[in-house]
């Protein structure tokens, strides 16, 4: 029986080819429009009023908005290539991507609807995912790669704790589901940065990639997950020390510094693809290690959580959607003009926002809006060359 005709069209749609097209132009798109409200609110202009208050809402979008948006885009393509089973696309990714646009809507404009509808609308997304990537991956029994629908879930269950912090007006449980959700992405990047980095690394260099050292990658992976957990366990409300976090987060931030320095970024500086990808998890353990120190009374833990947002996970993701974009588009995996101009501002963004601001506090305002401008021109250039290409059919003919 063929589907109606409306659904053949959204079909045929490049758009609706694969997850990476329509959730990395949005999640660009919405990063900088996010930004731009976040900006106008420092200059005491209130454009939005938006459910849980500004402060809430800038948090949980550039989360589980932009953030969430390139994962589940950058999961649900790779899935297709891990399994061999054609990932979703069409009228059903469509619909993916609706239910992730009515949230953004309904929480800028909640148009008084009950905080219940809210977020239930916004806590669809992630599940629904992670069940899409599930039945791919249990249908080749491809058990390596099931370990990020739980971390889909565990995400999830970081929004659920910002949206019940917000109906019952318990802050802690907003704070810690945020940095939840923060230290989930960055266990994404170690995940993902340690299978892609060396490989993209050696391929363009023509080098054998290096060989891993199986004790080194189990403590690395070990110790973020403890990382998540004990940040779970306080979520939860169970007292856990603050030294005991700041132990296992200085493992991890060092077996992850160790790990990076294997994968040879020095010579990766004539490509700015790929020392975006090397620089960026590079915070990582730059980011653990001032949230070590930030546990310990050095500085506030919001500075170690920006180092991680922004020079991490918002730099990886600029790097990865630029060069995911070209080679599934069938293009030649290039640096495009100003892409390198990019990455290095959003670095520049996350050192102002981060080791700079803790070590001077009173140039506060001058850094909010530096990184914000940075951001938005960082990610407007990534729209100026790749809004065409994520709208159109590939070049070479090919399906996806």
Not at 160 to 177: N, S, Y
Not at 269 to 291: D, I, N, R
Not at 310 to 336: D, E, F, Q
């Amino acid at each position: 029986m063929k589907p109606p005709h409306f659904v053949a069209s959204l079909n045929r749609l490049p758009v609706a080819r694969l997850a990476f097209r329509p959730f990395f132009l949005l999640a660009s798109l919405f990063s900088v429009l996010a930004m731009v409200v976040w900006f106008a609110f420092w200059h005491g202009d209130i454009l939005l009023r938006p459910h849980g208050g500004l402060m809430w809402w800038h948090q949980h979008e550039m989360l589980f908005g932009f953030g969430a948006a390139v994962v589940v885009g950058f999961l649900l393509t790779a899935v297709q290539n891990w399994t061999g089973r054609k990932s979703v696309s069409g009228a059903p990714l469509l619909g993916l991507v609706a239910l992730w646009l009515a949230a953004r809507l309904l929480l800028a404009f909640p148009m008084e609807l009950p905080m219940w509808q809210l977020a239930t609308i916004d806590l669809a997304f992630l599940p629904l995912a992670a069940l899409v990537m599930a039945r791919l991956v249990l249908s080749v029994k491809l058990w390596r790669n099931l370990m990020f629908v739980p971390v889909m879930l565990l995400l999830a269950t970081a929004n659920l704790a910002m949206h019940l912090g917000v109906a019952q007006g318990k802050v802690e449980w907003i704070r810690e589901g945020a940095y939840l959700a923060v230290l989930l992405i960055a266990v994404l990047m170690v995940l993902l940065g340690g299978r892609v980095i060396p490989f993209f690394t050696s391929r363009k260099l023509g080098r054998p990639q290096p060989a891993p050292i199986p004790r080194l990658e189990k403590l690395t992976l070990g110790s973020v997950v403890a990382v998540v957990v004990l940040q779970l366990v306080v979520l939860f409300g169970l007292a856990v020390p603050a030294a005991l976090q700041a132990v296992v987060m200085l493992v991890a931030a060092s077996t992850s510094f160790m790990r990076l320095a294997r994968w040879e970024g020095h010579r990766t500086l004539h490509e700015p693809l790929l020392w975006g990808l090397h620089l960026s998890y590079a915070f990582v353990p730059v980011g653990l290690a001032m949230w070590a120190m930030a546990l310990l009374g050095a500085f506030r833990v919001e500075l170690a959580v920006h180092a991680l947002a922004i020079g991490g996970i918002g730099s990886m993701m600029l790097a990865m959607m630029a060069r995911v974009s070209l080679g599934h588009t069938g293009r030649v995996i290039r640096t495009l003009p100003g892409i390198g101009v990019g990455l290095g501002l959003m670095f520049a963004a996350a050192l102002l926002r981060s080791p700079i601001l803790a070590a001077f506090p009173q140039i506060t305002h001058w850094v909010y809006n530096l990184s914000i401008l940075f951001w938005c021109i960082a990610y407007l250039i990534f729209l100026f060359h790749y809004t065409l290409p994520l709208l159109s059919a590939r070049v070479d003919g090919q399906e996806g």
